[in-house]
């Protein structure tokens, strides 16, 4: 619709011995270069029906929300030797960066390479690619910005008819009860949403 390329990524392309979510920070890689604007989106975030806008004219570079701020509270409390207090934390289901942007956070990697694989580490992986994003923007100096939340609304929210992505979650509510990703999204298509 917007003339986008689309690339679909599969495999460890961003260091081979970390998490599968971990990949996503690959978008910082030079193999991206010749794009302007790049966005990295989950495979369990939609479209919703209609949608005209370009996520591409959109401002910002993640999506922060109430789930974010409660882990970036935990990773501080694991991780405060890599966490910078002011810097930004971002739930990591949606990232849009120009290519300015991704070379000067790419330019902070080597800084914690011997520290990516805590990231990747249990419990269930927790702090993946927003937190190895978090400690490279707090390196970069980068301000909390932010992209619109309904630009990946967790499909458990009210009002999913309001959104411009849907990002597919296991919750029913915020506070529960939970079914399969595939069921809640099975709903949304049902009713029209995505």
Not at 21 to 36: A, G
Not at 130 to 139: F, K, Q, T, V
Not at 143 to 159: D, G, H, M, Q
Request: glycine share 6%.
């Amino acid at each position: 619709m917007i003339g986008a390329d689309y690339k679909l990524l599969r495999g460890n392309l961003f260091r081979e011995n970390l998490s599968t979510p971990c990949q996503k920070v690959y978008m910082l890689d030079s193999v991206f270069d010749d794009y302007d604007i790049v966005a990295m989106i989950d495979p369990d975030v939609f479209t919703a029906r209609g949608l005209k806008e370009n996520i591409f004219d959109v401002q910002g570079i993640g999506i922060i929300d109430s789930a974010a701020i409660v882990s970036l509270n935990r990773l501080r409390q694991q991780f405060g030797h890599l966490s910078k207090p002011n810097s930004p934390y971002w739930g990591g289901s949606l990232y849009v960066m120009d290519k300015p942007l991704r070379k000067k956070l790419r330019l902070h990697i080597p800084s914690i390479e011997k520290e990516l694989f805590k990231f990747s580490l249990p419990p269930k992986y927790k702090w993946v690619d927003e937190g190895i994003i978090h400690c490279l923007a707090g390196l970069a100096g980068l301000p909390k910005t932010s992209i619109p939340e309904r630009w990946s609304y967790s499909s458990f929210l009210p009002n999913p008819e309001k959104a411009a992505m849907i990002h597919i979650r296991t919750k029913i509510t915020p506070l529960g009860p939970k079914r399969t990703k595939i069921e809640n999204y099975t709903d949304l298509k049902n009713r029209g949403i995505i």
